[in-house]
């Protein structure tokens, strides 16, 4: 048996984008069979904003915000609390007003159930915002910058880069690896299978890779995704 584990921004979706009509049902036929597990930095809410309910009924679970949160159907299974200093948050702010991007949004910073969400650009920015700032942020670092500065001075704390503008941060070990550690522990004999697009170190993918990596066998593994297109691709030869 193989637990397919997928990433949803930039993996089943564009960034923030809902579900294509053409990818949508492909992937609803796909899952037929299969056991899926949906694995989100993202809240249950927006989650319903990118993909169809017929596509979250289908699923065996969904691992919402950073695997924080699992729901299956409406029920919720288990919700982490989120522990963080004032102090830390004091340094956030300060990090927004000091930044040199020129273009700074609301919604800087958002809290969801074992995490908090932070972006400079701010998550009411509008797709040509949020790219404006993706390509910013490749040039300057200030996201690495920002989630090393935390990994380092606060260690009860990590930090990760999620998708276009944003960083993850949540209590150590309350990461996406949380979701195949249930996996491991909840379904017998699966071997795990993810799909993510940010698998490379200092990606909010890469603790579920590394945690899939040392403790599953040769039958489990991991793919790089850039896009449904690609994933497309990939599923179309499983």
């Known amino acids: 048996m193989i637990s397919y584990l997928f990433d949803i921004d930039g993996t089943l979706t564009e960034p923030r984008q809902r579900i294509t009509p ?12 299969r056991m899926v597990f949906l694995v989100t930095g993202s809240d ?6 990118q993909l169809s309910e017929r596509i979250i009924l289908s699923c065996q679970g969904v691992f919402c915000s950073m695997a924080n949160e699992l729901y299956k ?21 300060e990090q927004l007003k000091k930044s040199e991007y020129p273009i700074k949004r609301t919604n800087n910073l958002e809290f969801r159930s ?16 949020r790219n404006a700032y993706y390509h910013w942020d490749v040039l300057s670092g200030e996201r690495q910058r920002i989630a090393y500065y935390i ?7 990590e930090a990760c880069v999620g998708g276009q503008i944003s960083i993850d941060i949540q209590n150590k070990g309350n990461n996406k690896s949380q979701a195949s550690k249930y996996v491991r522990k909840y379904v017998a004999d699966s ?15 890469r603790a579920i890779v590394e945690d899939i990596v040392k403790n599953m066998d040769e039958y489990s593994g991991y793919y790089q995704i850039n896009g449904p297109k690609d994933l497309q691709t990939i599923l179309e030869l499983i």
């Open 191 to 205: 071997d795990i299978i993810f799909f993510g697009d940010k698998t490379m170190p200092g990606g909010n993918d």
């Open 151 to 157: 990994n380092k001075n606060y260690p009860n704390m």
């Open 22 to 33: 053409e990818f949508e049902e492909f992937f609803f036929n796909w899952m037929q069979e």
């Open 44 to 49: 249950l809410s927006k989650v319903k904003e």
């Open 73 to 93: 159907g409406e029920k919720q299974i288990y919700k982490n609390d989120l522990k963080i200093e004032d102090e830390l948050i004091f340094w956030l702010k």
């Open 114 to 129: 074992g995490m908090l969400n932070f972006s400079v650009a701010g998550r009411d920015s509008s797709l040509e915002e």
